[in-house]
């Protein structure tokens, strides 16, 4: 079999163990690989590269994607599509692996209705969002690399008896604050469609220093826009007087040497997606279901979850009083 292969959206952690996984199963079992530079753009500008063993060298440890990526709203619209599948059928792919989110699953999905085209999804966001699967490639490395960040951070907050915002990444999803929160101890975790408690901040902080304690830490999940933990330190001050200093952490989430866990649970997934891919199987996404690693429909995939929100919110609250 031909199999092409490409990242798509944001980057995270564990992408190149999956590409690995990908190319070293699929030569294992004596099929070819191609892969795709730059996600749905390089698809639609024929970036294909046949990879061997050595391409896929020296990269397990290696964060971003050696395949790069892209977010490309030509692919949104049925007529790209059409040639993406035209181009694809002219390369004599048998069938498409797609690591990404729920954006280019929505796009996998497409193509294999509109197009009858073979694919199969590998969840790779930091944002660990992801209808059906419990677990995304590039959580655990960011959450690690939050918790190190703040941990810092806590050093010098008690060393100055300060309030520090802390932002991190997830868009809409709760799942990376919930767990940093419950991991640094945080004296607060701002979720990203929950109204902002202020006053409850304020009385938490001064309950706080009414028991000795000198720092505190709200953690602030980044919600649609990143930097609201501005106009949460401009309220605090003028309506508070309270002091609290920002610090977005932002890209830095991203990047870097992946976990074991993503490393592990990454290359799972690019095997089984070959495998997958192999025995005929379509429209399905590698995913983790009761902590196993395994095939679930690529239609029930498709929306984000509420990134633990249900499931961690209450823990966080009990945590942080
Ligand atoms: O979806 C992953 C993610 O890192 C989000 O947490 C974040 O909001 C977004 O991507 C940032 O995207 P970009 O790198 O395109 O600014």
Same mark, same amino acid.
């Given at each position: ?199 409850? #901040?304020?009385?938490? *902080? %001064? &309950? !706080? ?8 830490? +709200?953690?602030?999940?980044? =919600? ?23 610090? #977005?952490?932002?890209? *830095? %989430? &991203? !990047? ?8 592990? +649970?990454?290359?799972?997934? =690019? ?51």
């Amino acid at each position: 079999m031909k199999i092409a292969l490409l990242c798509s959206g944001g980057d995270a952690p564990g992408m190149n163990c999956a590409i690995r996984a990908v190319v070293r199963t699929a030569i294992y079992h004596g099929h070819t690989v191609l892969g795709i530079k730059r996600g749905y753009a390089g698809l639609l500008r024929g970036e294909f590269q046949k990879m061997d063993l050595s391409s896929v060298g020296n990269i397990i440890q290696r964060g971003g994607t050696v395949l790069q990526t892209s977010r490309s709203p030509e692919w949104m619209k049925p007529e790209f599509r059409t040639k993406g599948a035209e181009i694809l059928r002219a390369q004599d792919v048998d069938g498409l692996i797609v690591i990404g989110g729920d954006g280019s699953f929505n796009g996998a999905n497409a193509l294999s209705q509109e197009h009858g085209f073979p694919v199969i999804g590998i969840p790779g966001t930091i944002d660990n969002d992801i209808s059906g699967t419990e677990y995304t490639i590039g959580f655990d490395t960011a959450v690690q690399t939050a918790i190190e960040a703040i941990d810092r951070i806590r050093d010098t907050a008690h060393s100055h008896a300060r309030t520090f915002l802390v932002e991190v990444m997830g868009r809409n999803s709760a799942a990376i604050a919930l767990k940093v929160g419950v991991c640094t101890g945080a004296e607060n975790v701002l979720l990203p469609h929950d109204k902002v408690p202020l006053q409850k #901040i304020v009385d938490d *902080i %001064q &309950r !706080g220093v009414a028991r000795g304690k000198d720092s505190s830490i +709200i953690v602030v999940a980044e =919600g649609p826009v990143a930097g609201r933990s501005y106009s949460i330190q401009k309220e605090l001050k003028e309506r508070h007087q309270l002091d609290a200093h920002v610090c #977005i952490l932002g890209h *830095i %989430q &991203r !990047g870097g040497s992946p976990t074991s866990n993503d490393r592990f +649970i990454a290359s799972q997934m =690019g095997s089984l997606a070959v495998e997958a891919i192999a025995s005929g199987a379509t429209g399905k996404v590698t995913v983790v279901q009761k902590g196993l690693v395994t095939l679930e429909d690529l239609s029930k995939c498709i929306l984000k979850n509420d990134g633990g929100y249900t499931e961690f919110k209450g823990l966080a609250e009990k945590l942080s009083i």
